[in-house]
């Protein structure tokens, strides 16, 4: 079935680093989403991208819709404590079923 | 505006009981999504629900079942429990026709022993 392979499984930064990550699949998406999760929470939608090579902002967050509709990627600038947690790509195909990323576990020294 | 809720946040079953999990989504979301959220298989969608109809489902047994309410509200259920189906049960809702952009609920944490 469709699967998405997240890099990095894991992050550890120094507060004021910048961070990238990113997600691949061997199949072609329609959508682009990159969710954070906190402890506890349900995941949080941070950045949904609709078109191939569309390049998006969030605050210190900016996602790209790569080229092929076969990989997207999350940086995050300057980080603070508060970006710590799980960030999870998801994509779509249509057929109203989001496939996730097994999620990029970010810890961030202070 | 509300969030999402779900009920109940946390649950202890035995192995072979069932379970029904609840959903209310964001006022005006129509589409409602179930995801079983492990530590070795992450996020794995369960079914979408979108007026009422089933849209589409995930690889899991005929023992997960849901359905969606007049209202948007869903539940979900599980039958004959087994210690696997030990996860974190999120039901995310959606404003957009086609389900994208969910927003999540806390998630419903069940133990099966």
């Known amino acids: 079935g469709q699967q998405l392979n997240q890099s990095p499984q894991s992050m550890f930064i120094q507060e004021g680093e910048d961070v990238s990550m990113n997600c691949t699949s061997s199949s072609i998406f329609n959508t682009w989403l990159w969710y954070k999760q906190d402890p506890g929470e349900g995941p949080v939608l941070l950045i949904a991208?609709?078109?191939?090579?569309e390049l998006t902002s969030n605050g210190r967050l900016t996602a790209q819709f790569g080229i092929t509709r076969k990989d997207s990627f999350l940086n995050i600038s300057a980080s603070i404590p508060s970006d710590v947690g799980i960030y999870f790509c998801a994509g779509h195909t249509g057929g109203f079923k989001t496939i996730f990323g097994a999620g990029t576990r970010l810890f961030v020294k202070a | 505006k509300a969030g999402v809720t779900q009920t109940p946040r946390y649950l202890i079953k035995t192995r072979g009981q069932q379970v029904t999990l609840s959903c209310s989504p964001i006022s005006g979301h129509r589409s409602v999504s179930w995801y079983q959220q492990t530590p070795g298989q992450g996020l794995q969608f369960l079914f979408e629900?979108?007026?009422?109809?089933?849209?589409n489902k995930g690889n899991f047994p005929g023992r997960f079942s849901g359905r969606q309410f007049s209202n948007s509200r869903s539940e979900m259920n599980v039958s004959t429990l087994e210690l696997g189906d030990s996860a974190l049960y999120l039901c995310a809702s959606s404003n957009l026709r086609d389900g994208y952009e969910q927003y999540f609920g806390p998630g419903t944490r069940l133990t099966v022993t």
């Open positions: 629900y979108f007026s009422e109809t089933q849209r």
């Open positions: 991208l609709y078109k191939a090579g």
